[in-house]
């Protein structure tokens, strides 16, 4: 019998109703001689709530009692997932994060997964029972419930996979990962596969389909992935797989656009010393806990200087600036707002040297100014201004023929 991790997030859990038809998807892939193991997210709007309460009485984020309060979110919707199994007739139990366990370790709020056990869950399906994990959570030697952060529950399902050697199913309001946002581009279509690099790529770059944490996750420990939505009937939507042989992928230069808004940039310039300059601003960085994005060096027209520029999200820009002026109280730092961040990401770009010109070139004929460019193997990701993201994302859409595939 197939082993199946199926994960719903909380827009699929989000109201009785909503529970009581991801139980019949479940119950179909049950029908369909499938073995499942069910992971749930918080109803939607749970974790906010929640949160929003704690931080009445002085807790947030990283705080030990908020974690015990916004795992209260998950554990509610396991037992009502159980509940809703029950009416159709199936047996199924809810698992907590402590009674697994899954065992995390790091700060509360943001918590990685050490391990899991998984014999309560071979235990229940040794005797026909489908378990129920509450996601987004577990327990660290200290015996405290700790949270995983955003998109954690994603990241449950897809180590409790690995775990138990199954496929993992995520199971959202989407029906699949699509070229780029349809919102934008009416005409994008949705992709039968990608690989995870590729998927990996398209979520870090502002694709919300998937959290990135659960895909590096899947692809380090090699666990096949699908993306269904959770708004249709069972067998309705054929979803998009996530591999790792990229057998589909490979035949596509670029398999997506993705794309970030609120994105600012920071300049440290004329620096005499790169090296000690980059080492300094990137460790005071990392000590307030800041991402760091799109890292160009480049030399500057004074000769032995070097200008350092890299993008923030808006909302830590205040934060970055404050840690480098106490790191870097002599060198000049600039910094501009009002920009986004748009991607094209494909297996493709590995053997295609001339796809940046391309970009350039649909850009420049639009009018839309690049300010920072940085690529990878398989991504290019540039920096304009906001209010020409969508422009640029439906122009890229276009020159590379994703309305073809």
Known sequence: MKRVVAKFGGTSVGTPERIRHAARLIQAAVEAGEQPVVVVSAMSGETD?????????????????????????EQA??????????????????????????VTTGPYGSASIDGMDTSVFEALLGEG?????????????????????????????AALAAALKARCDIY????????????????????????????????????????????????????????????VEPG???????????????KRLVSGVAYARDQARIALLGS??????????????????????????AHSRTPGTINLEFSVAHKDLEAALGHLENALSETEITSETG??????VGAGLRQRADIARSLFGVLAERGIEI???????????????????????????????????
């Open 272 to 297: 005499r010393d790169g090296g000690d300059i980059a080492r300094a601003c990137f460790e005071a960085l990392a000590e307030g806990g800041i991402g760091v994005d799109m890292i160009v060096q």
């Open 339 to 344: 920009l986004a961040k748009v991607s094209i």
């Open 129 to 157: 029972i489908i378990p129920v994990l509450a996601g987004y959570q577990g327990i660290n030697t200290a015996a405290d419930l700790q949270t995983l952060g955003r998109g954690g529950t994603d990241l449950s399902a």
């Open 371 to 405: 300010k920072v460019l940085a690529t990878s193997e398989i991504k290019i990701s540039a920096l304009v201004e906001n209010d020409a993201v969508e422009r640029a994302v439906r122009a890229l859409h276009a020159a590379y023929g994703l309305d073809q595939i």
């Open 172 to 231: 959202t309001d989407v029906d699949g990962v699509y070229t780029t946002d349809p919102r934008i581009v009416p005409e994008a279509r949705r992709l039968d596969a990608v690989s995870h690099d590729e998927m990996l790529e398209l979520a870090a770059q502002g694709a919300k389909v998937l959290q990135p944490r659960s895909v590096e996750f899947a692809k380090s420990h090699g666990v096949p992935m699908r993306v269904l939505s959770s708004f």
């Open 77 to 102: 919707c396991s037992a009502l997932m159980a509940l809703a199994l029950r009416e159709l007739g199936l047996q199924a139990r809810s698992v907590l994060g402590w009674q697994a366990p899954v």
């Open 49 to 73: 709530r929640l949160l929003g309460l704690a931080r009445e009485f002085g807790g947030d984020l990283g705080d030990r009692e908020t974690d015990v309060a916004l795992a209260a979110g």
């Open 236 to 250: 309705e939507s054929a979803g998009t797989e996530v591999m790792a042989e990229p057998r589909i992928a490979e």
